[in-house]
């Protein structure tokens, strides 16, 4: 087992944001959290990698309990996190904020910049620019490469497909399916089912803080009730 | 018109210190985002141990400096490592506070360790005389400090731009949460700049102790120019600090050769001015 | 507590009338700061600036017009003037931003009173300020030149301003000043306009600081430029976070208890900066409530535990 | 310039660096209809209420409230105008107690909060009103207690009773269901539902719980990528093919 | 917040109980009807000029001590308390009413600042005490607030700023090689006064000379290389300076390293004969650094005058304190002799009769014969100036080529006109 969540409740001050959510990630596999804006999906993401503290519960990462630990611990334990909102560093640039990662986890492996640049064509043109002036997009695959540098065996994508054009999406199921193959299991969270679909083995349907629905997405995707209920409008 | 020239080469000098104080406070406010009010007190504490290591112990000077550069980052580490970071999370008012009590705790710590007398070693016989420029004797202390200042400057843009840690501290700087993502271990980086500044500060102190007297109340009358500086500059803005340090040094010595009468007011004429103009500071983000 | 500091000097020494008097300047300057700071949210530095403006502008009034009245008067107007002025530079900044512009402004009044020798008398400043009669229009002039009829002129005086303050924090605008403190964002919705707000704030606690510099030189017969240095600001600051900043008779108590704290240290030694700054570092890592909130703190759980 | 219109927006932009965050919106509210804005994350809902309100100001487009422009006036004006909103993060006076939170606004509205003489317990008109408020909340038993230490669900309401207190025309409330467990959630609908009747008060809410939205609205308003996408009854929006596809993300593989 | 304002008072009013507990009354024993003879002492004794303050304490408890062990006055012992006045007038008339009305003392002692000093004399008049002045220069002080206001209890046993000033004037007229002079000047009352009273005095006696540049340096300035090169700039043939104790000594080296004492023929160091300056400038005296172009006077000189109760006065001190007495020490030491003297003489310790005993009062201490001036209270003493060298005799240096000028020539005299301040 890759990762094993127990019962997270996490608030923010006294809004009780995540009410009890537990989940696995099996090695080699792909899983998607999928829900609504607002459902709890980045909090319960951001639990997992330590950046907001879960008030209860346990989160094991390969056998090991890691919760409460410190985001940089985790990350240099293996677990690679690309934010939502990209936060790429503003002022270095492309092949800095790639490179960064590999100096302050130490974690040396199959990942280095050119494999990075490898999976996504678009950045090795970029390398020298700052991140502040990077398009969403742009940010979008450096903020994955950058979470592939400390050469990860678990990579958390948060709403990956999120604001990028149709064509921009292919590459980016591509390279999901290619990080796949080289042994990474990967945990995301995305609203587009459709894009979901082509790239998870299994999903949970988060709604208010709570799993409402676990399984196959290619069951979910035929549930049209599920569907209707908890992701469409 | 030499005149003008040496007037202006001697205000470098002037700008020098001022760029080495500031550039410490400018730091740590841009990476822990905290005013640290004793920055003074540590400069004049770097002044201290450089006279007790070279004046006193009868190390060379250079050593001296190093170790008194040593001393002091040991002494910020501990203000960070057990003060500021159990305060970060509170109202920053507290922290300009804790950092006050500070100020008082260091003044009277040199009193009770050094004494009420000024502390004054003699110059390195490397740094007496002087060279001539502008017609004129210009000191080869002056020159070492405008020296020492540029390389600072130099080092601190190859440290900031160009070193793995200068980046981390970047990284750390813009995206604090971010950067502990990715791995680096915040709290650390928090220490090792707190240090780093505190270092600079006595560097500022300790390289002036053979011409400036190190003695108690030194650090105060550093510290509110200090500040002006980094508010003229933009706070937590490095290379404002460093334009800004060399705007009030070269214009008050100008200050000093044209209106003798007002230059104590000088410095917050500058600042009310670049405020009205540019509340952010000159070179705010 | 009035009646005792009503009867006080017929029951004390010279010297513990005069330390009350400063105590009692102390805590209207503090108050005045705390409306800022407490209230407003707004951590001044550069209060010595105001509080030196009225004492200089009262000590050039007596100088020029020997009536208590007009250069307490006098000292209060200009000084709220100066900080009408200069807060109107300020209040635009906020939190940290805010605590420098003051402490340079503070400092630059410091210089000017260094500087204008012709005005102030420079470093050796303004002496032989007469504690002149107080004569208020209407009313037959009161001499006022012996301790104890001074020390009941800034008695009544500070009364006054204490009860003053006291209504102002209880009042709609203190309530709204408390907004803005916890939230500007949310102030602004509640259609209250911050920066204005935020100015007036600023003028009372500089009108304040006027006061109670205003009523130092007749006290003392001289006014020194050391009194604008920001190692005086820092005087209400200490005696506010001593006392507690979220209770309105914390800055009263904590300047109480910073001539307290000063005046038992110098007897014994002369390191007492190393024992306030030990103090001022307990508090911050500690007892960030201040005293008062201690001890009302406890009284709260003493009275829940009752209702059980 | 619709006569009808409430707040009518036109052609509003903002930019954050190189995102388009409001990007040419056209909107107008109607009065007593209540409106929901939904979207996906990033389309822009809480930068439009932050440039209607004032909190932003617009690149270009101008806003109109009433029939009056006021697209360049300060947020305290359009306050005072009856415009006012709740916010999507516990925005509240921490420190004062439950009563006082609402008293702010209502004294602010009275034109009372300049008086720095007048005690607060003689403040009868505003306390009425704002015990008023509270009552209607249901807060009653609260009004002692500091704002920072009820319940979440406790300061969602107060939330909406401080967005109320001023007595505006129009309102909007930034996702207020946010983080409530669901019998508080009933009880934050039913209030608005009630107050927009009782009170004479338009709403227009952000929302993602779409259970609200549909159970809520008589209007919604689709943005995505900035721009208003569709608009119209929720019977319609439902069957909107368009939207469906934003937030299913059919668009994205197209 | 009503319940806070409850407490508040209560605190306030325990506190106060125990401010007006702690006044202690006295008893009585000795001739004088006194238990002990009550001495204040202050000056600063933090901030950078704390070393002066210091040297005040030192000469009081040497005194106090040597008196106590002959016997006290009158058989009367004598106790001190020192307090630091931080060089803040507002301290220093705390203290002062701490010292009379609270510990009780029946005189007081010390004062370094100017500013303090000018803000104790009111305050001394009202609580009819009488303090020795044993530093603070200012001419204002016996000038304005003695002879203009009538403060008796002001009474000054250190020398007024007339020695930094008009002893410069009186050596320098003699050097008609010396034209153009300049300032780096202390910026305040003490460095203009100076500069003014000098001008005006070497102008009397050299209407060649011109005074070609001035640089004012504020309280605390860490670095005078600008005030430096702006006054050279003018090419000045002597310069004549006013920061004193550590600025000096800072000044004098950044002067050094600027090659001043290779352009000009003197330099006129103010307060450059006090211990801690030479004690600063030792190495670059023992190498000649200054060429023999340095001039310094002090209010006393530790090697003047030459005599065996000067000598052993030194001797003694070094013996106690493993120091040079400074200045602020003899005059202290001295101020407890006069103040002994004229309670022996007056039998009596109250106010007035002090005053009167002093009236007339000639006097020998280490630093020479002080006569005591009934028109400003100001005790009239010589002080040397001279050139700062090595003298064999001594491990600091001092003042040598002694240029002794008798006091009562050159003091200023009432009528006293102000002096008008020029920059």
Request: glycine share 10%; charged share 20%.
């Amino acid at each position: 087992m890759m990762l094993e969540v127990r019962d997270l409740v996490t608030a923010y001050g006294q809004s009780l944001v995540i009410q009890g959510i537990s989940l696995d990630v099996t090695t080699g596999e792909v899983v998607c959290l999928l829900g609504r804006n607002g459902a709890g999906k980045t909090t319960t993401l951001r639990s997992i990698m330590g950046l907001t503290p879960p008030r209860a519960g346990r989160v094991i990462f390969k056998g090991k309990e890691i919760t409460g630990r410190q985001p940089f611990e985790i990350a240099r334990l293996g677990v690679g996190y690309a934010p939502d909102d990209r936060r790429i560093f503003p002022d270095l640039t492309v092949e800095e904020n790639l490179e960064i990662v590999r100096r302050v986890t130490g974690r040396e492996g199959r990942w280095t910049v050119e494999r990075v640049y490898q999976l996504f064509p678009l950045l090795p043109g970029l390398r020298g620019n700052r991140g502040i002036g990077l398009s969403g997009g742009e940010q979008k695959m450096l903020a994955i490469g950058r979470a592939l540098m400390g050469n990860p065996t678990l990579l958390i994508l948060d709403e990956p497909s999120e604001g990028l054009s149709p064509l921009m999406v292919h590459t980016l199921v591509e390279a999901i399916r290619q990080i796949r193959q080289e042994g990474v299991t990967l945990l995301l969270a995305d609203q587009n089912l459709k894009f979901a679909r082509r790239v998870a083995d299994r999903g949970y349907i988060i709604e208010k803080g709570t799993i409402r629905y676990s399984g196959r997405l290619d069951d979910l995707w035929a549930d049209q009730e599920i569907v209707r209920k908890y992701l469409a409008v | 018109m030499d005149t003008i020239a040496f007037q202006g080469l001697i205000g470098l000098s002037l700008a020098m210190y001022l760029w080495l104080i500031s550039a410490g406070l400018t730091i740590i406010f841009g990476v822990l985002r905290i005013v640290n009010f004793a920055h003074g007190s540590l400069f004049m504490m770097g002044a201290y141990l450089a006279f007790t290591f070279y004046g006193q112990l009868g190390l060379p000077f250079w050593l001296a400096i190093l170790l008194s550069l040593l001393g002091v980052g040991l002494l910020g580490l501990v203000m960070e490592r057990f003060f500021l970071r159990r305060i970060y999370s509170i109202d920053e008012a507290y922290q300009l506070l804790l950092t006050f009590g500070f100020i008082l705790i260091l003044d009277d710590a040199v009193k009770i360790i050094w004494g009420g007398v000024f502390k004054i070693p003699p110059i390195p016989a490397f740094l007496d005389g002087a060279w001539r420029a502008f017609g004129r004797p210009f000191p080869v202390y002056n020159a070492f400090v405008i020296a020492v200042g540029l390389l600072v400057a130099v080092l601190l843009w190859a440290l900031f731009e160009k070193s793995w840690w200068g980046r981390i501290v970047r990284a750390t700087a813009s995206d604090r949460e971010m950067a502990n993502a990715i791995g680096v271990n915040v709290p650390r980086v928090f220490s090792g700049v707190f240090m780093f500044g505190s270092m600079l500060a006595a560097l500022g102190g300790a390289m002036g102790t053979p011409v400036r007297v190190a003695s108690p109340g030194i650090g105060a009358a550093m510290i509110i120019q200090a500040f002006i500086i980094t508010v003229i500059g933009g706070l937590g803005n490095l290379k404002g600090a460093f334009v800004s340090s060399l705007m009030v040094g070269i214009l008050s010595a100008y200050g000093t050769l044209f209106f003798p009468v007002f230059e104590l007011f000088f410095i917050f004429v500058i600042m009310v001015v670049v405020l009205l103009v540019r509340p952010q500071g000159l070179f705010a983000r | 507590m009035v009646l005792i500091l009503v009867v006080l000097p017929s029951l004390a020494g010279r010297y513990s009338l005069y330390l009350v008097i400063q105590i009692l300047i102390l805590s209207v300057f503090s108050l005045g700061f705390n409306l800022l700071f407490g209230y407003t949210g707004l951590l001044s530095f550069g209060q010595a600036g105001f509080f030196a403006v009225g004492a200089y502008a009262c000590a050039k009034i007596l100088l020029a017009v020997p009536n208590l009245f007009l250069g307490l008067l006098g000292g209060v107007v200009i000084a709220a003037a100066a900080a009408l002025l200069l807060g109107f530079l300020s209040v635009r900044h906020t939190r940290i931003y805010f605590s420098m512009l003051t402490l340079a402004f503070g400092m630059m009044i410091y210089s000017i009173a260094w500087k204008w020798r012709d005005f102030t008398g420079g470093d050796d400043g303004l002496v032989g300020i007469p504690r002149a009669p107080l004569a208020i229009p209407g009313l037959p002039a009161l001499s006022v030149a012996s301790m104890e009829r001074y020390y009941y002129v800034v008695l009544v005086v500070s009364l006054l301003a204490i009860w003053l303050m006291y209504r102002l924090v209880n009042s709609p605008l203190g309530l709204a000043l408390q907004a803005i403190r916890d939230s500007e964002s949310r102030a602004e919705f509640a259609g209250i306009a911050v920066r204005t707000y935020r100015l007036v704030a600023f003028t009372i606690a500089g009108l304040y600081a006027g006061l109670a510099g205003a009523l130092l030189p007749p006290l003392e017969n001289t006014v020194t430029p050391p009194i604008a240095h920001w190692s005086t600001s820092a005087e209400p600051v200490l005696a506010t976070l001593l006392g507690g900043i979220h209770v309105f008779g914390g800055p009263i108590v904590g300047a109480f208890l910073f001539f307290m704290i000063k005046d038992v240290i110098v007897r014994f030694t002369e390191y007492w900066l190393i024992w306030l700054g030990v103090i001022v570092v307990a508090l911050v890592m500690g007892f960030r409530g201040g005293v008062v909130s201690m001890f009302a703190r406890r009284a709260a759980r003493a009275e829940a535990a009752s209702d059980r | 310039m619709t006569a009808s219109a409430l707040l009518q927006v036109a052609g509003l932009r903002k930019r954050f660096g190189e995102l388009a965050a409001v990007d040419g919106v056209e909107l107008t509210l109607v009065p007593a209809r209540l409106t929901a804005i939904i979207g996906p994350n990033g389309a822009g809902k809480t930068t439009l209420i932050n440039l209607v309100t004032g909190a932003l100001r617009p690149d270009s487009g101008r806003i109109y409230f009433k029939g009056e422009e006021i697209t360049r006036l300060a947020t305290h004006h359009r306050v005072r105008k009856g415009l006012s909103r709740s916010f999507q993060l516990m925005n509240i006076f921490g420190r004062l107690s439950v009563l006082e939170n609402v008293l702010v606004p209502v004294l602010s509205r009275l034109g009372r909060t300049v008086d720095p003489f007048s005690r607060l317990e003689r403040e009868a008109e505003a306390r009425a009103e704002a015990e008023q408020i509270l009552a209607e909340i249901g807060l009653g038993h609260a009004r002692a207690h500091p704002a920072g230490a009820i319940s979440h669900g406790d300061q969602r309401l107060l939330e909406l009773g401080m967005a109320i207190a001023p007595a505006p025309a129009l309102c909007f409330l930034d996702e207020p269901s946010a983080g409530l467990t669901p019998v508080e959630r009933t009880t934050v609908l039913d209030l608005i539902r009630r107050l927009s009747v009782e009170r004479r008060t338009t709403f227009a809410i952000v929302e993602h719980d779409m259970d609200v939205v549909f159970s809520l609205s008589d209007w919604i308003v689709v943005m995505n990528r900035g721009r208003v996408l569709a608009e119209g009854p929720p019977s319609l929006i439902r069957e909107n093919r368009e939207v469906r596809e934003v937030y299913l993300g059919e668009d994205a593989l197209a | 917040m009503k319940r806070s304002l409850g407490i508040a008072s209560v605190l306030f009013v325990v506190s106060l109980l125990l401010v007006v507990a702690a006044a202690v009354p006295a008893g009585a024993q000795c001739q004088l009807g006194v238990p002990a003879i009550k001495i204040g002492v202050q000056g600063a004794a933090s901030g950078p000029h704390a070393d002066y303050g210091r040297q005040i304490e030192m000469g009081a408890t040497m005194a106090i001590e040597e008196i106590n062990t002959a016997g006290g006055i009158l058989g009367c012992r004598l106790e001190m308390k020192f307090m630091d006045d931080e060089n803040k007038a507002a301290t220093g008339v705390k203290n002062a009413r701490y010292l009379v009305t609270e510990w009780g003392a029946h005189f007081m002692v010390g004062t370094d600042s100017s500013g303090v000093a000018m803000a104790l004399g009111p305050v001394l008049a009202e609580l009819r005490r009488i303090h020795f002045f044993t530093h603070a220069a200012t001419h204002r002080l016996t000038e304005e607030l003695v002879a203009g206001k009538g403060i008796q209890e002001i009474v000054r046993v250190s020398v007024p700023v007339y020695q930094d000033a008009i002893v410069a004037a009186l050596i320098f007229k003699d050097r008609p090689e010396i034209k153009r002079w300049a300032t780096i000047g202390a910026d305040y009352e003490y460095g203009y006064a100076s500069w003014s009273l000098f001008k005006d005095t070497l102008k009397k006696y050299r209407p060649d000379v011109e005074f070609v540049a001035a640089a004012w340096a504020p309280f605390l300035t860490l670095d005078f290389s600008p005030h430096v090169s702006a006054v050279m700039a003018q090419k000045p043939d002597a310069i004549f300076s006013t920061p004193w104790a550590g600025e000096a000594v800072m000044l004098l080296r950044q002067a050094l390293i600027q090659g001043v004492f290779d352009q000009i023929q003197a330099w006129w160091q103010a307060m450059g004969g006090s211990v801690d300056v030479l004690e600063g400038i030792a190495a670059e005296v023992q190498r000649d650094r200054f060429k023999g172009k340095l001039w310094a006077t002090a209010r006393y000189i530790h090697n003047w005058p030459d005599t065996p109760e000067n000598k052993a006065f030194i001797e003694r001190f070094r013996k106690r304190w493993a120091r040079f007495p400074n200045y602020s020490a003899e005059t202290t030491y001295s101020a407890l002799f006069i103040m002994k003297a004229a309670v022996e003489k007056s039998r009596s310790v109250e106010t007035p009769k002090v005053i009167e005993a002093l009236k007339g009062m000639q006097i020998r201490n280490p630093g020479g014969l002080r006569v005591f001036r009934a028109e400003d209270h100001q005790f009239v003493y010589n002080v040397p100036a001279g050139r700062v060298m090595v003298d064999p005799n001594f491990p600091i240096p001092v003042l040598g080529d002694l240029k002794v000028f008798a006091a009562k020539d050159y003091y200023r005299y009432p009528p006293f006109t102000p002096v008008a301040v020029t920059k």
